[in-house]
């Protein structure tokens, strides 16, 4: 039952809707007992940051007792000079889900709708529902968002639309022309949130993170995160591209001081190693393929994906269960990442990590399959 917010005998009740948010589970990152985990369950490189970063993050050590620069201007700099984009255009966070979060502030309230897709990233839904707005879903095809089923659900209180691509968790993209199609057939009115966690991995033609959109639109913004290929997770740094107005409207409503010193100097490092950044595309490109037809040779498809993760779909054969295979790997030390909130009940994500590591998830998984409840 909601608590009554006028009834002044009370506890201090949260607005409505809050208390319907489900919190976000992430992926595990221990299991009982001693001994080293094989933790691919929340998309982080398993190579790590760039030296320099880590080098640059202690440089800052001995300055921690005074204030960053709450504008992060090296940061916005190097950002702009790298991807070749105007750095007053560009807001950082903590995250880039503070960035998703404060849109949402700014942009969505009790009464307005904002869309995502049916195997969206959830922090969306999150965030809608934290503004006390209307979550809308929209139906995707073949686990990627389906730019039809999209604009079929725009009314005329849609005010924005965040749209993952690639996609978390199923690591499936749209084309340029796709994402174009799609944002000119919504209302000048409503925000499409462009969240570009992985644009890093994508090595296709047909692909573009959304900048060149955000350029030339005052309704489109762009996300991207130094927590994924960059290796800084727990640095906590995301970036927004944006039209000027609404960079405008999140420098005010963001905390002054939102992206800390050693953050910023990290970053702005990571930035200056390529050659750390294409070493880790590499070896992605190299583990997303044979990942693949591996699996699919001991009977695991998966979904085809441009990202650093992979959606495998389990049976639905007693004994080789998504939730069976998860116990079995925990019993080995490995944890991939459940899904079921995600509508995907019958599946496991697993992050690309090592060499040592994906061998030990190829091992065992083929004793899975073998052994549980053979055939
Ligand atoms: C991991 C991820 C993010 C990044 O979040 P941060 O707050 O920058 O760490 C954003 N969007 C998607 C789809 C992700 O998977």
Redesign the pocket.
């Known amino acids: 039952m909601a608590a009554d917010r006028t009834d002044t005998r009370t506890a201090p009740a949260p607005r409505p809707g809050i208390l319907d948010i489900a919190p976000y589970v992430p992926g595990t990152s221990v299991l009982p007992g001693a001994g080293p985990v094989v933790k691919l369950s929340?998309?982080e490189t398993p190579l790590g940051p760039s030296p320099k970063a880590v080098e640059a993050y202690l440089g800052e050590a001995a300055r921690l007792a005074r204030y960053p620069d709450g504008s992060a201007r090296s940061l916005r700099e190097a950002l702009g000079a790298e991807h070749g984009l105007d750095p007053a255009r560009i807001v950082c966070g903590?995250?880039?889900?503070?960035l998703?979060n404060l849109l949402a502030v700014a942009y969505l309230g009790p009464g307005d709708e904002a869309i995502y897709t049916e195997h969206g990233?959830l922090?969306y839904k999150i965030t809608i529902q934290a503004r006390g707005a209307t979550p809308v879903v929209a139906p995707e095809t073949n686990h990627t968002a389906d730019v039809d089923a999209i604009l079929a659900r725009v009314t005329p209180r849609t005010r924005m639309m965040f749209l993952?691509n690639p996609?978390?968790p199923t690591g499936t993209y749209l084309p340029a022309a796709e994402i174009e199609r799609l944002h000119a057939g919504l209302p000048g009115h409503v925000l499409l949130v462009l969240?570009g966690?992985?644009a890093e991995y994508v090595r296709r033609d047909d692909y573009e993170a959304g900048a060149a959109l955000v350029s030339a639109n005052d309704n489109v913004v762009m996300?991207r995160?130094?927590?994924?290929i960059y290796g800084l997770?727990s640095l906590?740094?995301?970036w927004a591209y944006c039209p000027e107005a609404i960079a405008d409207t999140l420098n005010r409503i963001r905390g002054p001081f939102n992206v800390t010193g050693p953050s910023i100097a990290a970053g702005v490092a990571s930035i200056g190693d390529r050659a750390h950044l294409e070493t880790a595309v590499a070896h992605n490109l190299a583990w997303l393929p044979r990942m693949a037809q591996r699996l699919a040779e001991i009977g695991l498809p998966t979904t085809p994906s441009v990202a650093n993760f992979l959606l495998v779909h389990f049976p639905q054969t007693p004994g080789k269960t998504a939730p069976e295979a998860d116990a079995y790997l925990h019993g080995r030390r490995i944890v991939l990442r459940r899904v079921d909130e995600y509508g995907l009940p019958d599946a496991l994500r697993m992050t690309i990590g090592t060499d040592a590591e994906n061998a030990a998830v190829l091992d065992a998984l083929t004793a899975f399959m073998g052994d549980a409840g053979a055939v």
């Not at 903590?94 to 503070?98: F, K, L, M, P, V």
Request: charged share 20%; proline share 0%; no cysteine.
């Open positions: 929340s998309n903590a995250g880039s889900d503070e998703l990233f922090v993952a996609n978390n969240d966690a992985y996300t995160t130094f927590s994924k997770a906590r740094i995301g």
